[in-house]
């Protein structure tokens, strides 16, 4: 498994969206894509696992391009 942290947002995050992708990405509930987008709401940094490279790439565009901060 290879992972990407989320280490915060820039204003104009498209939350709804953001919890989405988690969701169909990181391959998480729809509760627990929730939890995970709430905690980088409020500063935490996020982890999320992805099962290939190629994934976790595709992931890192749309995040970004969503408003967050991506390492």
């Given at each position: 498994?290879?992972?990407?942290?989320?280490?915060?947002?820039?204003?104009?995050?498209?939350?709804?969206?953001?919890?989405q992708?988690?969701?169909?990405?990181?391959?998480?509930?729809?509760?627990?894509?929730?939890?995970?987008?709430?905690?980088?709401?409020?500063?935490?940094?996020?982890?999320?696992?992805?099962?290939?490279?190629?994934?976790?790439?595709?992931?890192?565009?749309?995040?970004?391009?969503?408003?967050?901060?991506?390492r």
């Amino acid at each position: 498994m290879t992972r990407l942290e989320l280490v915060g947002w820039r204003p104009g995050l498209q939350t709804v969206s953001l919890i989405q992708a988690v969701r169909d990405h990181g391959s998480m509930s729809l509760w627990q894509a929730m939890k995970e987008v709430e905690r980088l709401l409020v500063g935490e940094t996020v982890v999320v696992e992805f099962a290939t490279e190629k994934s976790k790439e595709t992931f890192r565009e749309i995040a970004e391009r969503l408003g967050a901060k991506v390492r």
